[in-house]
Nanobody, 124 residues
Framework: QVQLVESGGGLVQAGGSLRLSCATSARTSSRYTMGWFRQAPGKEREFVAAITWIGGATVYADSLKGRFTISRDNAKKTVILQMNNLKPEDTAVYYC?????????????????WGQGTQVTVSS
């Protein structure tokens, strides 16, 4: 069982930045893929970005490239989502997820473990 705990959400004005963290109990030697997803009220869960523990390969939702950056800190067993130039449409609950394979993709149903989510609200 892998535990995931998100932190770093909050309220920010448009144009601002937030840094989300996901602490995981997974071993950093695990061949996992770690992903971030988000879900806005009344909308389906949406892929944001993903990274492999081994190698650090990344993939992003096309619409978010250039504003969001995913990274990992193996020593702290943490996955980071740096979000810059935030827009009101980025308002959502952001979830961290883990897939027990090194496949790099944004298919939510393939991820095995999920955190509880952290709220991000961007005011205009």
């Amino acid at each position: 069982q892998v535990q995931l705990v998100e932190s770093g959400g909050g309220l920010v004005q448009a144009g601002g930045s937030l840094r989300l963290s996901c602490a995981t109990s997974a071993r950093t030697s695990s061949r996992y893929t770690m992903g971030w997803f988000r879900q806005a009220p009344g909308k389906e869960r949406e892929f944001v970005a993903a990274i492999t523990w081994i190698g650090g390969a990344t993939v992003y939702a096309d619409s978010l490239k250039g504003r969001f950056t995913i990274s990992r800190d193996n020593a702290k067993k943490t996955v980071i989502l740096q979000m810059n130039n935030l827009k009101p449409e980025d308002t959502a609950v952001y979830y961290c997820a883990a897939e027990t394979s090194p496949s790099l993709h944004g298919i939510a149903r393939s991820y095995d473990y999920w955190g509880q989510g952290t709220q991000v609200t961007v005011s205009s």
